[in-house]
């Protein structure tokens, strides 16, 4: 099968903080990778990131802090599944429980995570 990489998009609170996930969206997370299996695909791996606030941004030889541009909606986190096509990625990545943002779902190129799981 294919692998995508699903990029989670959330709003930020001001000055680029983390805005407090309710119990039953951090529930639902937790819940996804047995939903995605489910609907025929699996999960092989996430990840969560800080805050943009903690980003360090590196512009040819200028190094800066904060994220490379401003903006309402930060990357949030992103986790990397198996599909059996795009259409596929898109129903499984549709599941991806969210507050006020959105996720984008990419195809990846040239690398196979499939041994990085069991």
């Known amino acids: 099968m294919a692998q995508y990489a699903i990029l989670i998009y959330e709003r930020e609170a001001e000055g680029g903080q983390a805005a407090e996930l309710p119990p039953e969206v951090l529930a639902a997370h937790e819940a996804l990778p047995g939903r995605i299996t489910e609907k025929g695909g699996k999960e092989l791996g996430g990840i969560a990131l800080e805050p943009s606030a903690t980003a360090t941004t590196i512009r040819g030889d200028l ?4 994220p490379f541009i401003e903006t309402k909606e930060a990357l949030a986190g992103v986790f990397v599944i198996e599909a059996r096509d795009l259409d596929h990625a898109i129903e499984l990545a549709r599941m991806t429980p969210i507050v006020s943002g959105g996720v984008e779902v990419r195809p990846l190129l040239g690398l196979d995570f ?3 799981t069991s």
């Open 63 to 66: 190094v800066t802090d904060g």
């Open 114 to 116: 499939s041994g990085l």
